[in-house]
């Protein structure tokens, strides 16, 4: 592949970095920075590992999106940021920024709807692949063969390195899960996401829903299923949980449109302003003593960034 495209999740690794780090790590002016610290040793381990061509960052913007007005239930019982968290947003992008690394955010939409639109744009590239960076197992049904994959670092030691950091392609995705990557939105449609307040089927849990997405292959053909021949449900799950698919079918539904990634968010990918392109590294270490980022100026690449793709990891 000529291209490979990094697109990173920006609150889903910030928040994971700010946990990975306590509060008590400051610059000396006394600027809490730990889940920046955090955020940038993650960027810096993807740009070495990962030896993107390309990369975007992507984050939320903060204002209710299509799934709250489907829903008014949506992530209505998550907790809020941390104060200390958000506080830290504007500082990591410009981190983010002075690397040259182009940022999106879409009003109405979350950041890994704008992941998946870039990256169906990225793949009609013949010669292009994907890897979004994330926390977020909810990316796993964008994954497509070899051309998006989906890599989750762990949290940052504080060596700065990422144990346990799990690379997914659709093999992976289907020996975890006993399934494609497409057919997990149909698996949480049945089940719901306590994490994300999406409610699914009142009563179904995963064991009986990934029995039916797999028996069936997904929520639609499990509905025709039941209405064509409704014995082979009962056959598999009993009358009970039959019942329940009935009567929750609505719900299903709904719930499939929460979870689902949008691939249609007005955002056009440019290959050109994608690129990872010179920066002004003088800039970057003044910032980075200003933060006390000492550990980290070492791993900041040269002021030209490497452009040799060479295998993953190698």
Not at 83 to 109: A, H, K, S, W
Not at 115 to 142: C, F, N, P, Y
Not at 251 to 273: C, F, H, N, T
Request: glycine share 8%.
């Amino acid at each position: 592949m000529s291209k490979r495209l990094v697109l990173v999740d920006g609150m889903a690794i910030l928040h994971r970095a700010y946990h990975a780090y306590p509060l008590s790590l400051t610059a000396p002016d006394g600027e809490l920075t730990n889940a920046v610290y955090g955020f940038t040793t993650i960027l810096m381990t993807v740009i070495e590992k990962l030896k993107p061509s390309h990369v975007v960052v992507a984050w939320d913007v903060g204002k209710p999106t299509f799934r709250h007005k489907e829903y008014e239930g949506y992530k209505a019982k998550r907790e809020k940021p941390d104060d200390e968290l958000i506080g830290q947003i504007g500082r990591t992008q410009e981190v983010v920024e002075m690397l040259n690394i182009p940022q999106f955010g879409v009003e109405g939409y979350e950041a890994d709807d704008v992941v998946g639109t870039l990256s169906r744009q990225a793949i009609k590239d013949v010669e292009s692949e994907v890897i979004i960076v994330t926390g977020d197992r909810d990316a796993l049904q964008l994954v497509r063969d070899e051309k998006v994959r989906v890599w989750m670092p762990a949290a940052p030691s504080r060596q700065g390195q990422s144990r346990g950091s799990m690379l997914y392609d659709r093999e992976a995705v289907v020996a975890k899960y006993g399934m494609r990557p497409e057919q997990l939105v149909d698996l949480k449609a049945l089940m719901g996401d306590i994490s994300d307040d999406i409610p699914g089927i009142k009563g179904i849990g995963e064991k009986t829903a990934s029995k039916l997405i797999i028996e069936f292959g997904g929520l639609d053909e499990l509905y025709q299923v039941l209405r064509k021949d409704r014995s082979r449900v009962v056959e598999l799950v009993g009358e009970r949980f039959t019942r329940m698919l009935e009567e929750g079918e609505k719900d299903a539904y709904m719930s499939r449109k929460l979870g689902k990634i949008v691939l249609e968010v007005p955002v056009q990918l440019s290959w050109k302003k994608c690129k990872l392109s010179n920066y002004d590294r003088k800039r970057v270490v003044e910032l980075f003593e200003k933060l006390a980022f000492r550990s980290l100026i070492d791993k900041l690449p040269n002021d030209e960034w490497d452009e040799n793709l060479e295998g993953l990891f190698s």
